[in-house]
């Protein structure tokens, strides 16, 4: 028998009506025991979802269980209507082992590969980007499948949802972007957060099909977005979803609602959609009080067992190999050594032909940027890639750095390899937050890799200003989880490269700007690799250790080709991030000095790091102090005569000098 709502617009199965029942009365339940847990000290925080739940149910329910769900902390619906073991939640909520971020974040901050959930970051915004990404590789592996992407009204003011928003209808992907428009952005309200009448308006900017639904109507929610969700399987587009609704609690408990009018949440108690249906099923006889009270005894027993299994897990011992294994997925290097076949190219013809071999060996590598589809890049290093790769996986990007890295992660969340070119390396302030808080965490957080390489064109010496010049690597190699690399050499460029994108952990790749067209080197014609975290000895003395990398390599290379009576070890690092300090210390602990080159201005700089591990472990060997040479502190000046000032390039050999002669 089917039963039709109270306006006769939808028709359901007694079955599917108790289903819906179910999984929003488990939240609440839930969400009831987890207030009595949070007066007693037992859980540290909650977000509460209650009066929220037709929303994550519905939404849940009108899903496939393989297509992808980004939910926020208000979602536990979602959680629970995957059928995740409870017992697992709540070890998550108390930071103990059988959760799902082994203590190491907090409360719904977590995804799980075999429930297709990706949680949340505390910035809101870029899961936008995420789903973005997600979506792409649905679309290009025509899966026919939607992903579904949570965030409240206060996230939509975030300029990562504008960016998110504008690249799903560009490309049009197959993402549902549903927002809870609950009133309150913690204690700002909708009034002071935008500006239109409806925040499903929001779409009409983008060219996005948008809805606004009764976010407290399980039947409603459920019924429309079974029919979007199929018909964007079948036509892959996105579509903003505004559900509206309302917080009948603080933002977290902790908060309260001192700032919501009481009436106003008197009026939203009536709606409260739990209540409600079941008023409804009653009604329609799908539910007799007997069930209802046998449900909620299953329910509250189903909760107190697996809190007691949650309760009686022992708590996490702190292990420090542990949680440093973690920061990384393991990779093992497999060395393709070099052909003895070799042709004299250009620095950036190496990085086009490695990342071109790379294509080649992963159909799954896709390539993202500004420009570098039919005009090549604006170094020319992917001219030719769409015409032999195709649209789907060589990429122009719209102008939205943070988007586009967000984009990059959920592309390799959904079993994709990704390499994004940031068109100048200055330009990653506006994708900072997702390179350092998704990518770089993500592995530590819940075991998901972040299989993304960033191409970061960089560097001064070409007359290119303060926005075009940076060497901006120190800003990633104290971001734990980054590898960072950079190469000073044509065949170390193209065998890093491949290794990078070989690596399925997140690579910041840095590739100098006058290195590109000014350095040649005979160059080994198939595709190789070189292992990332070993250093390079270019040259060996006895009177002095070098240190630098990138640019800085050529400029030492020049100075003792000036000075020939000086004997030193010149080590080119090639990667900053791993560090090779072996290599370091065997030459220090061999010459007695060390004298550290970086192009980027001194303060805060590696160089900084690596003067300091040299202090540390081979004092006993130093005959002088470690110094340090780097860029004045200023920002990089455009003129010719003021840029060549600022680069240490014009101040290292003087300073070379005085340390051998201490």
Not at 347 to 352: E, L, Q, R, T, Y
Request: aromatic letters at 10%.
């Amino acid at each position: 028998m089917f039963y039709k709502s109270n306006d006769s617009t939808y028709s359901f199965s007694k079955e599917t009506l108790i289903e819906l029942y179910e999984n929003m009365l488990k939240p609440r339940l839930i969400e009831e025991k987890m207030l009595i847990l949070l007066r007693q000290g037992k859980v540290s925080k909650w977000f509460s979802g209650i009066g929220q739940e037709a929303i994550s149910v519905g939404v849940a329910m009108a899903l496939q269980p393989d297509e992808y769900m980004l939910p926020m902390h208000r979602n536990l619906g979602v959680f629970t209507t995957r059928k995740i073991p409870l017992s697992r939640l709540f070890s998550q909520w108390q930071g103990k082992m059988n959760g799902f971020t082994k203590g190491r974040d907090r409360s719904f901050h977590f995804g799980t590969q075999k429930y297709h959930i990706v949680g949340m970051i505390s910035h809101l915004g870029p899961q936008f980007g995420v789903a973005d990404g997600i979506a792409l590789a649905n679309k290009i592996k025509n899966r026919k499948q939607v992903c579904a992407v949570f965030t409240g009204d206060g996230g939509t003011s975030e300029g990562d949802f504008h960016e998110a928003l504008n690249v799903a209808s560009v490309w049009k992907l197959p993402v549902l972007f549903c927002i809870e428009n609950n009133g309150y952005g913690l204690s700002t309200p909708t009034s002071e957060q935008f500006n239109c009448e409806h925040l499903a308006d929001k779409g009409i900017g983008y060219g996005m099909e948008s809805h606004i639904i009764e976010g407290n109507d399980i039947l409603e929610v459920y019924s429309k977005v079974s029919k979007i969700a199929e018909s964007v399987r079948n036509n892959p587009r996105p579509v903003l979803i505004e559900f509206k609704t309302f917080r009948l609690r603080g933002h977290e408990e902790a908060s309260g609602t001192s700032y919501v009018p009481q009436e106003l949440i008197q009026e939203w108690k009536t709606k409260d959609p739990l209540i409600n249906f079941e008023k409804y099923l009653l009604e329609k006889d799908c539910l007799t009080p007997e069930m209802i009270a046998s449900l909620h005894s299953e329910i509250k027993s189903e909760i107190d067992a697996h809190l007691t299994i949650a309760f009686e897990e022992e708590k996490i011992v702190p292990n420090v190999e542990t949680e440093l294994a973690d920061v990384f997925k393991e990779h093992l290097f497999q060395e393709i050594v070099p052909s003895p076949h070799k042709k004299n190219i250009r620095f950036v013809d190496a990085i086009s032909e490695g990342l071109f071999q790379s294509m080649e060996k992963y159909d799954e590598l896709i390539l993202m940027g500004q420009d570098i589809a039919s005009y090549g890049g604006v170094f020319k290093i992917t001219d030719g890639f769409l015409e032999k790769f195709g649209e789907a996986r060589v990429r122009n990007t719209p102008i939205c750095e943070s988007a586009i890295v967000a984009t990059a992660y959920g592309l390799s969340v959904n079993g994709m390899k990704v390499m994004m070119e940031m068109q100048f390396a200055d330009f990653v302030t506006s994708g900072f937050n997702p390179v350092v808080n998704l990518l770089a965490k993500s592995h530590y957080r819940w075991n998901e890799k972040a299989d993304v390489v960033i191409r970061m064109p960089c560097g001064a010496g070409v007359g290119a200003g303060p926005f075009h010049s940076q060497t901006n690597e120190a800003w990633f190699t104290k971001t734990p989880g980054l590898k960072v690399v950079y190469p000073a050499f044509p065949q170390d460029a193209k065998g890093l490269l491949a290794e990078a994108i070989n690596d399925p952990n997140p690579v910041l790749f840095f590739e100098h700007k006058a290195l590109y067209r000014s350095i040649y080197q005979e160059v080994s014609e198939e595709y190789f690799t070189i292992e990332i975290g070993k250093a390079n000895l270019i040259k060996s003395g006895s009177q002095i250790t070098i240190i630098t990398y990138g640019a800085g390599v050529h400029w030492a290379l020049d100075t003792l080709e000036k000075n020939p009576s000086i004997a030193a070890d010149l080590i080119d690092l090639r990667t900053l991030q791993p560090l090779d300090v072996e290599t370091l210390y065997a030459s220090v602990q061999k010459t007695g000095k060390a004298i550290i080159l970086q192009e980027d201005s001194l303060f805060g700089g590696i160089a900084s790091d690596i003067s300091a591990l040299i202090t540390e472990n081979c004092f006993e060997y130093l005959d002088a102090p470690v110094k340090r040479v780097g860029s004045l502190e200023t920002p990089i000046p455009f003129q010719g005569d003021l840029e060549n000032q600022y680069l240490a390039k014009s101040s290292f050999e003087k300073h070379l000098k005085l340390l051998l002669n201490y």
